[in-house]
């Protein structure tokens, strides 16, 4: 078929570039003015060129912040990805059951971030909540807003809570997508419930595991009103991620130089991890089909 | 390798089924001999499948007993039965290598390396496929993918049976004629016992040495191609093998002849008395058309290759020929039918002669 050639249906795409432009560029502009300039207010900016970037990538602050945030979407992926696969494969697969269970699933998915917060919050206060008090009263020591490692525990434990549904929801859905007749094969195959596992589930569920990964690791990575609201990023910065950091430093200080030299940086970490993912993603199935 | 015994067996899928019309495959006593080859042919939802499962022990009859050799299989697991099964679509192990899919059973099973390799070497040069075994199973074609599915299934010496589930419905019709000869040599080489469920008549008849007809979760008849055709015991089984299948004329017994409307055709036995509907029935292949015998009137005849076919009206009810080549049909159009060919049946289901005849043979 021949296409008609016309330089004008260029044009076409004009709506769209100035909803983007409107909805996200201009606004990433803005930052990005902040990150290479300084202002003492009165709207006069000053050249600051690198000095900013310079600043935060030598900042211990950012540093460590850093280091915790990868910890825990490592610590959160390491659990949530499994317990979802787990789940998955022990959710009843008709019926009833199945929609019953589906609907608790996406129960905890509807719920607001900030309700989450401020129900894991309560929850785990050692005076009036049901956790904490439950915990005291058996004699271990709990106190989230006292020591780092309950203070992590609860956020881990609320993210747990909150999004392993996802993974699972996901799952659920690769392994209704398997003809009955795979398993039948397999009984008359004689394969163990691990082979039934490793060759029939796990590559069917493949496709939905890989995008349930990247968006726990994306969500996760720039997770921000949770922990916010249960521990404030205490107790002393044990549970500070680097949203809490950033907006620490953009709207508490109001250093907005460096806090729009983190942006800018933290955006291309994220760009640069995803777009990772997305590469091994394809190129895994490329191979695959080979 | 066992001979496979049916015995009371029924199944309902309904937790609590009432009459006959809740059972999926209603009350038999079969026995399948050691080493036999099997077509189970019927048409769609008569139960075949269903019956297949029960052997292979993916379903579990809600009735009666299935026993290998001796031994009571009725509650084990499908994997302790140590059968094959090949389904009609295919199914294969995307990520595992050609290679790897067929040695999947004997790996299961704690063979050792070299058999294995030997075996799949084996088995790949039977199903043509030897230059792609490293290649991933995922990629192939369905036909590909489906005589891999046929290679697993054979790859185990030791199974009690091997069960085929329409296994070529997926499968180029070249191919079809090839794989089905393969399965017969392979038959005759190892001496498994086979099932094969088809509802293509040609399939089961070529394939075969016993050929067992279901109709209606029933098996009507487990008798040789050739009793199939000139004794069928019911007449679905008339009906459904043959092209076209058995004429039935609703007829009234007297003595050694049928009344039909104003004719009366001789048998050439007697039969003793009948109860509720009775029909005789002649393969369209033992009618003969020509200038003498009994009225009917041609509708049309179809040509369709090596012979035609005459579609006629006798005595009000429908009859088909097979009139030989060269032959014509002339402008009196007359059927004789070839004597001692004539079945009848009570109900359905066919009776014996009492006594035959008057030199009939």
Redesign the interface.
């Known amino acids: 078929m021949d296409k008609t050639q016309n330089n004008k249906a260029w044009f076409l795409v004009l709506p769209v570039l100035v909803l983007v432009a409107f909805s996200a560029v201009l606004p990433l502009m803005t930052v990005v003015n902040y990150a290479f300039n300084d202002t003492f207010g009165n709207n006069q900016f000053f050249w600051a060129g690198l000095d900013w970037f310079e600043d935060q990538i030598t900042s211990d602050r950012l540093h460590e912040a850093l280091g915790r945030q990868v910890l825990f979407s490592l610590i959160i992926l390491a659990i949530e990805v499994p317990l979802g696969i787990f789940i998955a494969l022990n959710m009843p697969k008709s019926g009833f059951w199945a929609s019953f269970c589906l609907v608790l699933m996406a129960l905890p998915l509807l719920i607001p971030f900030n309700v989450v917060g401020t129900i894991w919050q309560i929850f785990g206060r050692v005076d009036i909540g049901l956790l904490g008090h439950t915990l005291a009263a058996m004699g271990i020591d709990y106190n989230y807003t006292n020591d780092p490692i309950d203070a992590w525990i609860t956020v881990v434990v609320m993210d747990v809570w909150h999004w392993t549904s996802l993974v699972a929801l996901l799952c659920y859905a690769g392994l209704q997508s398997i003809?009955q007749?795979?398993y039948?094969?397999a009984?008359?195959?004689?394969?163990?419930r691990w082979?039934v596992f490793r060759?029939?589930e796990l590559?069917k569920m493949k496709g939905v595991l890989l995008i349930a990964v990247l968006l726990r690791f994306m969500d996760s990575f720039m997770i921000y009103t949770e922990p916010f609201v249960v521990t404030g990023g205490g107790p002393g910065n044990s549970t500070t991620f680097l949203s809490i950091d950033l907006a620490k430093m953009a709207t508490g200080q109001f250093d907005l130089g460096p806090a729009a030299a983190f942006s800018i940086m933290y955006f291309l970490v994220i760009l640069l991890i995803s777009w990772v993912f997305y590469t091994v993603m394809t190129n895994l199935d490329r191979e695959?089909?080979? | 390798m066992s001979r496979i015994t049916l015995s009371k067996l029924a199944h309902s899928y309904l937790p609590n089924p009432k009459g006959e019309a809740d059972y999926a495959l209603k009350e038999m006593d079969h026995v399948w001999q050691d080493g036999g080859a099997y077509a189970l042919l019927g048409a769609s939802g008569c139960g075949k499948t269903t019956l297949l499962n029960i052997i292979s022990g993916l379903v579990r009859p809600s009735q009666g007993r299935v026993l290998f050799g001796d031994r009571d299989v009725t509650d084990a697991a499908t994997t302790e039965r140590n059968i094959a099964q090949v389904f009609q679509f295919p199914v294969v192990y995307d990520t595992m290598t050609v290679r790897d899919n067929l040695a999947f059973p004997l790996r299961n099973r704690g063979m050792d390396a070299a058999y294995i390799a030997k075996r799949v070497g084996q088995i790949a040069q039977m199903i043509g496929m030897e230059d792609i075994l490293n290649r991933k199973a995922r990629g192939l074609t369905a036909d590909a993918k489906q005589k891999i599915s046929l290679g697993r299934g054979m790859v185990r010496e030791d199974v009690n049976a091997i069960l085929f589930d329409e296994p070529l419905t997926v499968i180029d019709p070249h191919m079809k004629w090839e794989l089905r000869t393969q399965l017969k040599s392979l038959h005759r080489e190892f001496g498994h016992t086979m099932i094969y469920v088809t509802h293509d008549q040609t399939e089961a008849l070529t394939f075969a040495q016993k050929v067992v007809v279901m109709h209606d979760g029933r098996v009507v008849q487990m008798g040789t191609p050739e009793e199939l055709f000139e004794t069928p015991a019911h007449t679905f089984v008339g009906y459904f093998i043959g092209s076209p299948g058995m004429n039935l004329f609703d007829a009234e017994l007297t003595g050694t002849e049928a009344r039909l409307g104003t004719v009366s055709v001789p048998l050439g036995a007697t039969y003793g008395p009948t109860t509720g509907r009775t029909q005789i029935g002649i393969r369209p292949d033992y009618v003969t058309v020509s200038g003498e015998g009994l009225p009917v009137t041609v509708k049309r005849v179809e040509d369709v290759g090596r012979h035609r076919i005459v579609r006629a009206e006798f005595q009000g009810q429908p009859l088909n020929a097979i009139l030989p080549e060269g032959m014509t049909v002339p402008a009196d159009p007359r059927v004789s039918f070839a004597p001692g060919k004539i079945n009848v049946y009570a109900n359905d289901w066919r009776i014996a002669p009492a006594e035959k005849v008057g030199g009939a043979s």
Not at chain 1, 187 to 192: P, V
């Open positions: 003809p007749a795979y039948q094969a009984r008359i195959d004689q394969a163990t082979s060759y029939i590559p695959e089909a080979r």
